[in-house]
């Protein structure tokens, strides 16, 4: 039996996102936060986020960025820390269709490491 993956959406911005399902047309289509956002409450959403990160996402699913930038962040941070990996999409306006990029957390720490080195030769 195949598990039907997740496209999940950090918060539901009004926009039609079934072009996400080109990309990956078995998934399905859900959010992990509906309505207003209060980003300045940020502890408050970092632990809203989680609990919904930890209990609904499976490692198969995807993240579509949606909606503030700082849940999109923070969301980003607590599923590359869970899984070690994130295949996120992203909108190309330009193309209009979504992109796939899926970041690791080695990879990220490759890339802040290459960079701490270099400030410490310097």
Known sequence: ?????????????GHNYDKALE?????????LST????PLAFDRMIDTFAQGVIKYVKPE?????????PANAVV????IMHFEECKVLLWNAKL??????TPS????GNIIQKYMDRSSHG
């Open 105 to 108: 957390l080695e990879q990220v």
């Open 96 to 101: 209009q269709k979504y992109k796939l990029v």
């Open 61 to 69: 699913d995807y993240l579509l960025i949606s909606g503030t930038p």
């Open 35 to 38: 309505g207003n956002i209060n």
């Open 76 to 79: 980003f941070l607590l599923w």
């Open 1 to 13: 039996m195949t598990i039907q993956p997740t496209i999940w959406i950090v918060n539901e911005a």
């Open 23 to 31: 990309v990956v047309p078995d998934a399905r289509l859900s959010f």
